[in-house]
């Protein structure tokens, strides 16, 4: 049975988010996780599920195909969005004729470019959105620039900022929930929650499990 404690925002009535973070290919997490999620969905039913996603979905070994696969089933339930992360964008970068990121990519998964990946696969990957909203929440892979509009962050920071944003104490107009930087155990802040836990790098794979004004947390073993 899950234990909740209180959450920095709030759903709407009948509303439940839940939010994993950062995959990195790691197939054996993702279903394991997937499996946890279906389990508590049985045990504590709820009308309007969505899982979300949080970027670099995709990353070190060769599980990137079976973890598109897997998330971009049409019939999935719950529902799923999965949001875009540096991850994806530089895979995209690099199809696109990015020589420098095409390296990175390399470098990152020891894979080729293209990888061998089905076209609707990189076709699902290229309509990927960059953030999510839902009630008192923010979602997006990386984090948000403090001092701008929600409405005015830039793709880039989205994907990829890191310090300004995780040092910073302001509030940001809605509690931003991100992946991105690794930490040893999931961080709930009142302008922030991080649960990049590190799978895909030797670590667990981390959900985020969001509902009226409370937070609880799944990290199964793989």
Known sequence: MLAFSQAPARLAPGRRVYAVG???GDVGALRAMHAAIRDDLAARPSPHATLIHLGDVIGAGAGGALVLALLAAPAAEPPIITLRGDHEQMLLDALDGDAAA??????????PVPPCWSA????????????HRAGGYFFTHAGIRPGIPLARQSPADLRGIR???????????AVVVHGHSVVPAPVVLPNRIAIDTGAGLGGRLTCAVLEDDRIGFLSPLS
């Open 163 to 173: 310090q300004v944003f995780l040092s910073s104490e302001r509030t940001f107009g």
């Open 22 to 24: 950062d995959v990195r």
């Open 120 to 131: 609707p696969h990189i076709a699902f990957l290229r309509g990927l959105p960059d953030f």
């Open 102 to 111: 095409a390296t990175d990519w390399r470098h990152e998964t020891g894979e």
